[in-house]
């Protein structure tokens, strides 16, 4: 006789003697399942408590039905999974390896060659830099690169994309200042490669900005070079030197046997 059943027959006030009786002559819940109504009548003389005891056999026989059921299902489950495990090994060449079911996936994005970036259009107008939007030729741009890809080439990528032909809704290009800058609108190395900014950031999506601005270059430095080149050479194909150009050199010696042959030069060229 099982445990909760003698619990329950004792719960019911059944007669100690006839508990007794029924544990010698092996009357379980299985049993009882199959007895009639007469036969249970010579262990348990109370109608009510004959109709009590076959309700609470057949309760706990659908509880035990239905844990066996889970438990099978969370067997078969168990053993899908090792099955699916030793396949996955099977294939990749290690058969020995035990199955680890709860590891973390790696994170393959640093294995990558490529990275994924969005490229947008900044225009310097009367309230400062602004967003150029879709409609007007910008938006956001999607593209995947190489890790190995420098700003500079992003640079002209984007000048392709929103200047296609040399033009765009602003204007055509050769009208503009170009420079490219990051998410904080910082300025950004041209040198640098699109795995560089990845490593050095660490977001998950890098975005760069073309940020344009109405103008000509303005390198001063190198428009007043490339002027005194031609000055120069001008001079030096009329062969002579103006007064001012040798004092410009007077001033810059820093021997005086330059000085010396500076006047000299300045001597021969007056006669």
Not at 207 to 232: Q, V, W
Request: proline share 2%.
């Amino acid at each position: 006789m099982e445990d909760d059943l003698e619990r329950f027959l004792v719960s019911r006030e059944v007669p100690k003697e006839d508990i007794i009786r029924m544990k010698r002559d092996k009357v379980d819940k299985a049993v009882l399942r199959i007895m009639t109504d007469e036969q249970i009548t010579k262990y348990i003389a109370s109608y009510g408590d004959r109709v009590a005891v076959l309700s609470f056999c057949e309760q706990t026989q659908c509880q035990s039905t239905n844990k066996d059921t889970l438990l099978q299902r969370i067997k078969g489950k168990i053993g899908a999974r090792k099955m699916k495990s030793k396949t996955k090994g099977s294939l990749s060449g290690t058969p020995d390896d035990p199955p680890n079911t709860m590891a973390r996936q790696r994170n393959t994005a640093g294995e990558k060659t490529s990275r994924k970036v969005e490229i947008g259009w900044l225009h310097f107008g009367s309230n400062g830099y602004s967003q150029v939007r879709t409609n007007h030729g910008g938006g956001t741009r999607h593209a995947a690169l190489a890790k190995t890809t420098t700003v500079a080439q992003i640079m002209e990528l984007g000048k392709d994309l929103f200047f296609p032909d040399g033009h765009s809704t602003k204007g055509p290009a050769k009208d503009f200042m170009f420079e490219i800058c990051d998410f904080k609108m910082n300025n950004i190395l041209l040198d640098n490669t699109v795995g560089q900014m990845y490593e050095q950031t660490k977001l998950k999506l890098l975005r760069f900005y073309i940020c344009t601005k109405e103008g000509a270059s303005t390198d001063h430095s190198s428009s007043e070079e490339n002027e005194l080149l031609e000055d120069e050479e001008n001079e030096d194909g009329d062969g002579s030197h103006s007064d001012d150009s040798i004092t410009d050199l007077q001033d810059r010696s820093h021997s005086s046997d330059n000085a010396t042959k500076i006047k000299k030069e300045k001597g021969n060229i007056r006669d």
